[in-house]
């Protein structure tokens, strides 16, 4: 495969003085590998400006989510700046004094802080999109905020999902909007797709970018409880099983956490089942719009079936995560799979069995 030059550009170590004098899309397209690494391979293989909203679309909720885990930023500073994400972006501009001025203020990732200093750079980039398929970012993004508004105003003090009803309403907001966001993109650049697909993947959407969400969630517990500040993991599920939240990490009652976990992946599984449904609509002829769904998916059933391998080590502060060989080893499987759906579903059959027996 050969990348053009500004694709090239993204595998470039650059510094604050080079990112400067970037255009606006060489940008963002440098920043891309910094800030995503499931999406980084599969966005880069895809075409014209379908990439181009792909790629903007990840670092505007990027930019979301790095206000919304900001652990210096105050409940009402988060919602403050939010809701200036909102308006500036609606005007097609990200440039204002205050809101470059959060790029002095946020205490997250570094390679995440760049985007708020050049954030002119990232509005400029936006505003360049077609009209329509910029109303779809825009809509995706929109809706993603306003949801992470509402859950910063309900728990001000830090993330605590209450019931599993909030569990799956924070995922449909931070992922499930996503997976709309890229079908209807899919819908405008994929010709090849027929009514009854374009039916179909509607019906999955919020639930592929939903799969993906979960598993990330199950994976990072104690990282999410120590480094963020937030617990996922309902409380209503956890006193089911005579434990709460303020007693997830406690070495006493790992057994009982295990056991609240198992039924969050038991829940991940279904919807993985959902977001093989969706990827298999997607038509032969479009194999990189499918190698972009299906890497990331792979990864995430192959994660699972390490999260129940690992039973209560999954309550370790160690993160569970999948080998190189493996990661490598996934990659080519999706690359493939990208032209076969019989493949996709026997690699998907043969994860599943080794996370059937183990669990």
């Not at 014209?48 to 885990?69: H, Q, S």
């Not at 985007?115 to 970012?137: D, T, Y």
């Not at 994929?190 to 697909?197: H, I, R, V, Y």
């Not at 009982?256 to 449904?277: M, V, Y």
Request: charged letters at 20%; hydrophobic letters at 40%; proline letters at 3%.
């Amino acid at each position: 495969m050969k990348f053009s030059p500004v694709s090239l550009t993204v595998f470039q170590t650059l510094g604050s003085p080079q990112l400067a004098s970037l255009s606006p899309r060489k940008f963002c397209y440098s920043m891309l590998p910094k800030v995503s690494r499931s999406f980084v391979l599969g966005t880069l293989l895809l075409r014209g400006k379908l990439k181009d909203c792909v790629v903007i679309g990840y670092i505007l909720c990027r930019m979301a989510d790095t206000i919304e885990d900001d652990l210096q930023l105050s409940a009402s500073m988060k919602t403050k700046f939010l809701t200036l994400f909102l308006s500036e972006l609606e005007g097609s501009s990200l440039n204002s004094k205050t809101f470059v001025s959060l790029g002095s203020i946020l205490s997250g990732e570094s390679s995440h802080v760049v985007l708020f200093q050049h954030a002119g750079k990232v509005g400029s980039f936006f505003n360049s999109l077609p009209s329509e398929q910029k109303q779809i970012v825009y809509q995706c993004v929109q809706e993603m905020v306003l949801g992470m508004i509402k859950f910063i105003e309900k728990y001000p003090s830090g993330i605590r999902l209450n019931t599993m009803k909030e569990y799956s309403e924070y995922c449909y907001y931070v992922a499930g909007t996503v997976g709309k966001m890229l079908t209807a993109l899919w819908e405008k650049n994929c010709p090849f797709l027929s009514d009854k697909q374009k039916i179909l993947m509607k019906k999955y959407a919020e639930k592929f970018g939903e799969a993906l969400q979960c598993v990330n969630i199950l994976k990072d517990v104690v990282w999410d409880m120590r480094m963020e500040n937030s617990i996922y993991i309902p409380q209503e599920l956890l006193l089911q099983h005579n434990s709460e939240q303020s007693l997830l990490l406690d070495p006493n009652f790992r057994l009982k956490n295990t056991a609240a976990i198992k039924q969050l992946i038991e829940l991940t599984r279904s919807d993985l089942n959902d977001a093989l449904c969706y990827i298999i609509q997607i038509p032969l002829f479009h194999p990189f719009v499918r190698f972009f769904c299906i890497f990331p998916f792979l990864m995430a059933v192959a994660t699972l079936r390490e999260l129940v391998d690992a039973g209560e080590r999954i309550l370790d502060d160690k993160k569970i995560k999948l080998s190189r060989d493996e990661t490598k080893k996934i990659l080519l499987k999706s690359f493939l799979a990208s032209f076969s759906n019989h493949y996709l579903k026997k690699i998907k059959y043969s994860l599943d069995q080794a996370l059937i027996v183990k669990s």
